[in-house]
């Protein structure tokens, strides 16, 4: 008998039909002799819903009142999910996150888990009911309702997974898995078995949309197996877990495990700053100060005492690091600030380069047979990130693909 | 300075516009310098809405998930209506029914105040917040969410200013206040500027429709003086309290305070019942015990060892009456049951009936001029109720409130 956190998303639990065919897996789950602890978002466009009503009465409302408007959704969704379950005769109870004791910090709209206190939960399974558990919200130290931000109901079903030693935390969603490729790209893409944790925060990173590197991490951190799968088959999906349990032969076969895109990136370039020590430290502090993440960097050799600095940032914080690079490029009397927002990122992932050398050239090469300026590269361990002109992102995304032999069975 | 309780019914936060014509009224409060506490319902149709989404997913949810579920509605009230007044830059905070310290017993649906714990609101008030609180819900017992059924907020309201001591708890809806009749049916009806507790609690329990007779008893037992008025204008509506506060001036000058209706009635007779102790002990004790509210009850003078008897239930009790009535009749060799759908309940009510006599006669009197057949009479101390033919309803009205001169003030 198996411990099993089973996670839908929004979309699973958008309307009666599909509230009632997540309900049928969750009970064939049951029936096969498992415990069952659901986690689920707020149903489809809901969340919308009600963030278009804040917006009817105001343009700045406050976070503590946006998170308790919010926590409505994920609760509409538990109360109606629970009904399902019960109606077909199992036993059966909703939590809210306070109530399944998530406890997180006083930070609203992007609060961070802090405890979770599974007393409630383990006596309602140890009585063999299903517990239903409202993803995304918490309880912060002032009694007052939280959410946890973007992905945040994947985050509350990995630290549930984690808090009750779940042997699966299973994610829901409306694809089959992690892909080579996003299959709208790439026709051939194929749905990956297996990935490591560091594989799958790289692709997360590098603009994979399946699951949020934040619960990756804390799967991670408690070695949660993660199997993200599809509400709509029966297959089996795709299991993110340590290195050691994928298993060194299924590991080494591969060099590359996918490939991936982000176009979410603007580059800027600051020209002809003065070759003087603490010029990076200045410009990449302020930006930090101002909230601004700053994701490939390259700086160019010196040449007459003057060099130029380019770095990424993505889109959203583009107009608040440009306002800002204008002045800091006044400030060290830099020529001036380029920005092109017609780039994106690719990048090719997998455990297996840290063995094989050779990766980086051969990627490059498959980009420049095809004639693709590569205009910046980053590499960690296991990834490597080249920066291309927008219009070439899908030629490049493909080519590797091809060129990594991603689309047979290796 | 004051305190203050302010109610909003759902009709009164039905839209962003009503909401913050509701935050106007309620800062306006603020700022006259009472410290004040805000109670609301969920917008408009939401609770409607939310039924009909359970509906679709089982015609018989588990009341704890249907609890769960209700609740959102006024949470999304209380949440808007503080983004609301935040926006114009007053202190505010917005509690649930647990937040706020509201314990209920462990009935779901309907379920009752056992305990306020305002610790949590009185800290708000003293740093000078508005405290918004979601009407309808309370803890249980078990950590759970239960609703307060029908009428709920009213009565959350009620007792809350019960529980903080508030001078006034003032309960808002689109009516103006409490009036001598139903202004749809009498036209020069006029509101009543002061009533009685028990006049209200008559006047709801025989058809009312501005308050429910819970919280009305609340008031009563706690001292809570109720003001029900209009969202919509600024006009006093009705003040109801107890009689010293009214004072016997104002209390002696009415004989009738208003005239009220009720078409929610059926009549039963059962004719030819053996005329030995213990019959009518044993109909009303099996009708009690499949939960069946008895209203007027008739026995007639015995002949020849077998008399008839005659009582009304409300409509949605009509059929589950007639079955058992049926089982009753043939036990105890009846001859047969009659019933009547098409009777109405019109009564006066006024305290000062209970120092005048001739009130009954006098309405006996207004009604035969008319040609309306009186069916069955029941009468209280500040209250007589007639059954009529239901054709005759609103001429019965009509007639009582010109014949107990209620059109002009007296």
Redesign the interface.
């Known amino acids: 008998m198996a411990l099993v956190v089973m996670k839908f998303g929004g979309s699973s639990v958008a309307?009666?039909d599909k509230?009632?065919h997540a309900a049928n897996k969750i009970i064939a789950k049951k029936k096969s002799g498992d415990k069952v602890v659901v986690v689920v978002s707020a149903p489809g466009d809901t969340t919308d819903d009600?963030l278009e009503?804040?917006d009817?009465?105001?343009s700045?409302?406050?976070a503590?009142?946006?998170d308790?408007?919010l926590?409505?959704g994920e609760?509409?969704s538990?109360?109606?999910l629970?009904?399902?379950i019960?109606?077909v005769g199992e036993k059966v109870?909703?939590l809210?996150g306070p109530?399944a004791g998530i406890s997180a910090d006083a930070d609203h709209t992007r609060a961070r888990i802090k405890k979770i206190n599974p007393k409630?939960i383990k006596q309602y399974l140890a009585k063999n009911n299903i517990v239903i558990v409202a993803g995304f919200q918490a309880l912060n130290p002032k009694?007052?309702i939280t959410t946890l931000g973007r992905g945040g109901s994947d985050l509350t079903a990995v630290a549930l997974a984690a808090s009750l030693e779940a042997d699966f935390c299973e994610i829901y969603s409306d694809v089959e898995g992690v892909f080579t490729a996003d299959p709208r790209v790439v026709k051939d893409a194929r749905k990956i078995d297996y990935l490591s944790y560091d594989e799958m925060l790289e692709m997360a990173g590098s603009g994979a949309q399946v699951l949020q590197a934040r619960s990756v991490e804390v799967a991670k951190k408690f070695g949660v197996v993660i199997h993200s799968r599809s509400s709509f088959s029966q297959n089996e999906g795709t299991y993110i877990t340590s290195e050691e349990k994928i298993g060194r032969q299924k590991m080494e076969a591969l060099l590359v495990s996918g490939v991936t895109f982000d176009k979410n990136q603007v580059k800027f370039t600051i020209i002809d700053l003065p070759d003087t020590p603490g010029v990076a430290a200045k410009i990449f502090g302020r930006l930090a100060k101002i909230g601004v993440n700053v994701d490939m960097i390259i700086q160019s050799a010196a040449v007459d005492k003057k060099n130029d600095i380019s770095f990424t940032v993505s889109k959203s914080d583009m107009k608040k690091t440009h306002i800002e690079l204008d002045k800091i490029a006044s400030e060290l009397k830099a020529l001036n600030v380029i920005c092109d927002e017609h780039v994106a990122k690719v990048s090719v992932v997998g455990i297996g380069m840290r063995s094989n050398a050779g990766v980086a050239a051969r990627m490059f090469d498959i980009l420049s047979k095809k004639g693709i300026n590569i205009e910046m590269i980053s590499t960690s361990e296991i990834k490597i990130s080249c920066i291309v002109d927008e219009a070439d992102m899908a030629k490049a995304v493909e080519e590797l693909h091809k060129g990594f032999k991603l689309s047979k069975k290796s």
């Open positions: 309307d009666a509230m009632k009600l009503m804040a009817k009465i105001t700045n409302p406050p503590r009142e946006m308790m408007l926590a409505t609760m509409i538990i109360s109606l629970a009904m399902a019960d109606a109870i909703s809210t109530q409630k009694g007052d």
